[in-house]
């Protein structure tokens, strides 16, 4: 039996890597089928979505730069052609505000910032050096496509619902991380596995948001059939009233109050329906 060496499990991890970020690029699927059928963002943004196209095209360029980055040469590719496609479905359905706000946001990321930093690190700087300066570049931006979803988790702690944080995108993104740090860990290429670090934390930090808030929803619907229950038991008794003061016209008086008969015509009804128990 062949021994398991430390590139066979950088293969193997690598590999996993691959699929559970394909995962995770797919997760946000079932929102962009929503806002396909129902013709509308809604609430959804398209930061996230912008920051992590940005991450995955710095990626692909690193691993370009990379003697051994065909790992990341394949999920990064696929990453541009998903996240790509979900912005410019995002762009067909938005309003008009956020569709420029995207349009901006993509032109100074993905447009003004990466070819500043191609054009930079070609100019300034060649050999093992670049390949530093953009894994550390890499790096940064890899934390902030972990912390993106930041913004979704104050939505939902300020309107008590998960509905624009799913589960299995806070799930995936955790897994997503375990799997490049281990893989970044046997490589020996610090870029890929410290990000990871951060990114654990956050995902598990947005399940745990989800596991306190999942059940908000059903709540607030608990409390609504409750209010309308005792909306409906209200307004029969007040019927019950009005039938009683009708039967009873001696106590319509112009010198009584009219709570006084309301009451009076109340106690009659129940008096009467008392004597016709007995």
């Known amino acids: 039996m062949a021994n398991i060496t430390v590139p066979h499990m950088a293969f193997v991890f690598g590999i996993l890597g691959n699929i559970v970020s394909f995962m995770v690029y797919l997760a946000p699927l079932p929102t962009y089928y929503r806002i396909y059928k129902r013709k509308s963002t809604e609430g959804f943004q398209s930061l996230p979505y912008a920051v992590a196209l940005f991450s995955a095209m710095l990626l692909l360029y690193y691993a370009f730069l990379k003697t051994n980055g065909l790992m990341l040469i394949t999920i990064n590719s ?15 359905y938005a309003p008009k505000m956020a569709k ?8 100074l990321l993905n447009v003004g910032l990466y070819g500043l930093i191609i054009l ?3 100019l300034l700087s060649e050999g093992s050096r670049r390949v530093s300066i953009v894994g550390w570049i890499c790096a940064v931006f890899s934390v902030t496509v972990f912390a993106a979803p930041l ?3 104050g939505l939902v702690i300020r309107t008590k619902s998960v509905e624009y944080m799913p589960f299995l995108l806070s799930f995936f993104l955790t897994l997503c991380a375990i799997m490049w740090f281990f893989y970044g860990l046997l490589i020996k290429d610090f870029y890929i ?27 607030l619907v608990t409390e ?9 038991k209200l307004h ?40 016709s128990n007995v």
């Open 100 to 107: 420029i706000f995207t349009v901006k946001l993509l032109f």
């Open 151 to 153: 913004s979704i988790m």
């Open 193 to 219: 596995a410290l990000p990871n670090v951060l990114g654990f934390a956050f995902g598990i930090a947005q399940m745990i948001l989800y596991i306190i808030y999942k059940d908000t929803k059903k709540d």
């Open 224 to 232: 609504l059939v409750t209010d309308l229950v005792t909306e409906l």
């Open 236 to 275: 029969e008794l007040a019927t019950v009233i009005d039938m009683s003061t009708t039967e009873n016209p001696k106590m319509h008086t112009s010198d009584q109050p009219v709570d006084t008969m309301v009451n009076q015509g109340g106690c009659n009804k129940l008096l009467e329906q008392n004597e």
């Open 78 to 92: 696929i990453g541009c052609v998903i996240e790509a496609t979900y912005l410019i479905m995002y762009l067909v």
């Open 120 to 122: 930079f690190t070609f």
